[in-house]
């Protein structure tokens, strides 16, 4: 058999954008780094994505607010061996090119690293962002683009077309190539056959090493340029190059019988529903597959701890998933979320709630549809989510309802009182 083509490839990683819709989730951490179902951080999921389809040279472009996102891959990613000849490369924006840029788009992240991945000796490039939570297996993409000879192939879901409106979103023939790119269209345009379908881009990209080096160079010195692949790269391609669309149907990866997954939670809506629906019976995204596993940095911690068992004091979870090092000492937690070293206390509630770790429950604290950001210490008595109008004074209230509560509005409720 030949050898998988992600032996001759690399896997370039957008990690810089901030992610602002997620509000105050990111005053500290570029949002690949915020956490996810109990343990990961948003990153691993297009790093293990990597790892499990076989790419074993990796780099990492970083800018915004990336300490905790770079302390993360160091200790979680550092069993990358370069004697196997195996990387896996952080790329802080540096002002390579002169003493006045930083990154400034996503494809001026891969030209200001050029030298960096002509070292890596590879033939293919697969261009990912960092802040999607999906399983896919990228051979099969980087298959599709050798045996197509595409320019470049995207990755794109499938989606109700007029859910396509939020999306740029691929025009393609009947073989799948893209005859044109639209963003955010208000009648997006319908897959040949499937009349209430389209095709919208998930920020995937392969390319030739070689073909994309030369392009880079060539947007480098186009001053009219924003020097991003959405904006600039990929329209170029579709209007004067073949662009093919790859669907993520094909490379998702799923139990049988199971929708293909992939989530943008780049809002406290999206990320709180992501995390609850975890702890549905039977979750579309399965987080128990060890055939294809998300690899993360794993803190060394106990296993959960459940205690007292009075009437009204009863350390006990329902429908929800409580990672290592947690003590849910009589308080009652329903369909919730809880990641690392959450310490609860008697008389407590929580329902709803998406728990970061290291978060401490004080008695009594009654807290329905939440998202607790790491760190905080949750006061005696505390009630959020029964009086909107009242959580909205102190804390950040959503569109649909879920209440964001950080230690900076604790602290300047308290200041306040």
Known sequence: MEPRLTQRSMAFVLAGGRGSRLRELTDYRVKPAVYFGGKARIIDFALSNAMNSGIRKIAVATQYKAHSLIRHMQRGWSFFRAERNEFLD????????????????????????????????????????????????????????????????????????????????????KSDRITSFLEKPADPPAIPGEPDKALASMGIYVFSWPFLRDLLRRDAEDPNSSHDFGNDLIPELVTNGKAMAHRFDDSCVRAPGRPAYWKDVGTVDAFHQANIDLTNFDPDLNLWDREWPVWTYSESAPPAKFIHDETDRRGVAISSMVSGGCVISGTE?????????????????????????YVTVHRSARLRRVVIDAGVEIPEGLVVGEDPDED?????VSERGVTLITQAMLDKRDAAR
């Open 392 to 396: 909205a004074k102190w804390f950040r």
């Open 333 to 357: 937690v329903r369909n919730s979320l809880l990641f690392t070293q959450v310490h609860t206390n008697s008389f407590a509630v929580l329902d709803h709630a998406v728990v970061l770790p």
């Open 90 to 173: 952080i790329l802080p924006a540096s002002q390579r090119m002169d003493e006045t840029s930083w990154y400034r788009g996503t494809a001026d992240a891969v030209t200001q690293n050029i030298d960096i991945v002509d070292s890596y000796g590879v033939d293919y490039i697969v261009i990912l962002a960092g802040d999607h939570i999906y399983k896919m297996d990228y051979e099969i993409m980087l298959r599709q683009h050798v045996e197509t000879g595409a320019d470049v192939t995207i990755g794109c879901l499938t989606v109700p077309r007029m859910e396509a409106t939020a999306f740029g979103v691929m025009h393609v023939d």
